[in-house]
């Protein structure tokens, strides 16, 4: 059936004659997401790519990059190679169309392997502050090391920024602390400022592809602008839980609202919405990184961090879009195609299907993904994803 696209053009796609009485179908460009967990190796309770990729096609996305911190850390050929055999394996089984493409983590014995391997991946992850798995450069020598080796090798780095020695320092303010409103303290935003000011440093010396995940607070967005606007090869990602979820949020759900980097402030979601405005923010990476429900309903200093939201992310920035706060045009770019452009990514032609006109509440039992929850549970969104299409065939978004 005919589809309007985005852009006003008409093209035929095989949809179900179900929705040609509906008005507002509309054709978008597969989604990219550039920052997932899928958690294979080490952790298939939380997710795997039987679930995780019904759960990208759920949101809409028809490309995903995962992230390199499993167990053991995708760190080499030989665990870039066993990961990609299972998650070849798990895709046929699911029978399912989804592209991808890994990221390789950083540690101090690797750096002058990688170049190897820069065919095979998407890019270097480093940690500049620990989070969730085994991976930390906080080596500052080392840190220098890997950005001038990305430089020479045109590898892009994706990089955790926040300082561990920032971190350790607010560990030791807050001793024992069983309360998840001390996660924002803890992970306190200087951690964040002080780890992006580092790298784009480094990038700037070493003419380093710099890609910073989820930026979450105002200072970083003023500083990675004036970067940009000096020239700095620097872009930025955006999660939809730092627009969408603030401090406030720790009262209603407690430690599934635990992440890292931590929520922020309202006036911080303002200035990242402000940055998509003005092109400071390059894209909405989900950083989908899911838990069990009964791991995150343990204490706060035994739950771990991290929320799934690959489901949700488009319904909230549609639902942005009918609220005036962005464009469709701008959704596509942030979500489509600047990430083609940062990764010299070519995807195949695919094609996201969504009904702008369709109203839904986010449930937890609609979910997925295997962790089968939300942070957004309950809140009623306006613009759903309704299908995929990938090498022409129609793959429906709910079944």
Not at 236 to 248: D, I, N, R, Y
Not at 308 to 336: C, N, S, V
Request: net charge negative; hydrophobic share 35%; with cysteine.
């Amino acid at each position: 059936m005919k589809i309007r696209t985005w852009d006003n053009q008409t093209i035929d796609l095989p949809l179900p004659d179900t929705y040609s009485t509906k008005k507002n179908i509309v054709a978008l460009p597969g989604l990219i997401d550039p920052h997932v967990h899928f958690r294979v190796p080490g952790a298939e309770e939380k997710e795997d790519w039987h679930t995780g990729s019904k759960a990208a096609i759920a949101g809409g996305y028809t490309t995903i990059f995962d992230m390199p911190n499993n167990t053991p850390p995708c760190v080499n050929k030989a665990t870039l190679q066993e990961k990609t055999t299972r998650i070849e394996h798990m895709l046929r089984e699911a029978d399912s169309p989804l592209a991808y493409k890994l990221w390789i983590g950083a540690t101090e014995e690797n750096i002058q392997k990688i170049p190897e391997l820069k065919h095979d991946i998407i890019g270097i992850k480093v940690f500049m502050g620990a989070s969730t798995g085994t991976l930390l450069m906080d080596n500052p020598d080392m840190q220098e090391a890997l950005f001038k080796m990305a430089g020479e090798h045109n590898i892009v780095i994706g990089a955790h920024a926040e300082d561990e020695a920032e971190l350790q320092k607010g560990k030791k303010g807050f001793p024992g602390t069983t309360d998840v409103h001390d996660h924002s303290k803890i992970r306190d935003r200087s951690a964040a400022v002080k780890a992006v000011s580092h790298a784009i440093v480094f990038a700037k010396t070493y003419h380093t592809t710099l890609y910073i995940l989820h930026v979450s607070t105002k200072e970083e967005v003023e500083i990675i602008r004036k970067a940009k606007q000096e020239g700095v090869t620097v872009y930025a990602e955006v999660t939809p839980h730092h627009l969408f979820l603030s401090e406030q949020d720790y009262n209603t759900l407690g430690t599934k609202a635990q992440m890292n980097p931590p929520l922020r402030t309202a006036e911080d979601q303002q200035a990242l919405w402000q940055g998509i405005v003005d092109g400071t923010i390059d894209t909405i990476g989900t950083d989908h990184a899911p838990h069990t429900l009964e791991q995150k309903a343990l204490p706060y200093g035994q739950a771990p961090s991290g929320v799934p939201g690959i489901e949700t992310a488009l319904p909230l920035m549609l639902d942005a879009y009918h609220k005036g706060k962005i464009t469709l045009e701008r959704i596509i770019d942030i979500m489509h195609t600047n990430s083609t452009k940062i990764f010299s990514y070519i995807p195949e032609k695919t094609w996201t299907i969504v009904d702008l006109d369709l109203i839904k509440t986010v449930r937890d039992q609609d979910m997925f993904t295997k962790s089968r929850w939300s942070p957004f549970a309950g809140r009623e969104l306006k613009g759903w994803p309704i299908g995929v299409v990938i090498n022409n065939i129609y793959y429906p978004s709910h079944t």
